[in-house]
């Protein structure tokens, strides 16, 4: 799909984009115009399309604790969520059917709120063993052909493991970090929300 025909898809309103998520998606160790849900607002706004983004990250979350905000965090009037939740779970070893089934729950209670859905996937930390990945990994592709909802595969794409572009704990990503994230999911965004609009517009 062109630009053009993207930008003519757009609905008159702002869409109301939230990003549920943790620490990743919240800005930890940023100033708050550099965390993700600000630059991706920056980076939608400057290809002409009309969204306001809402920053519903907390750091420390897993997947469990966003479902148990999830009422409150994403308003009323919102259209569209992408879930950035996994990652503490992971890090913390929990147990993938856990995870699962927050991140289930998390997608159900929103398409029943006919609010769309974008997942945005993490891989488990090779640390853990084979066996928990191969547990861990599957979950969000899973989640997203059960309910029909897009995936991103894999949140830190490009800048997991690179030094350069994370702080010095080595798992938060800098200003720079998060800038790489932005242009790397952009198009898939893009696509995303032009659904999203022609559904609003229809």
Known sequence: MSS??????WAQAPIKL??????????????ADAAFPERLQKALRQKGIKVDVLNAGVSGDTASAGRDRLDWSIPDGTDAVIVEL???DALRGLDPKVTRAALEDIIKRLQARKIA???AGMYAPRNFGPDYAAKFDPIYADLAKAYDVPLYPFFLDGVAGDAKLNLQDGIHPTAEGID???????????????????????
């Open 86 to 88: 996994g990652a503490n």
């Open 18 to 31: 939230a990003v549920l998520g943790d620490s990743l998606t919240a800005g930890h160790g940023l100033p």
């Open 4 to 9: 053009s025909m993207i930008t003519a898809a």
């Open 117 to 119: 859905v974008m997942l």
């Open 180 to 202: 790489a994230i932005v242009a790397r999911i952009l198009p898939s965004v893009e696509a995303f929300l032009a659904k999203v609009s022609a559904k609003k517009a229809s």
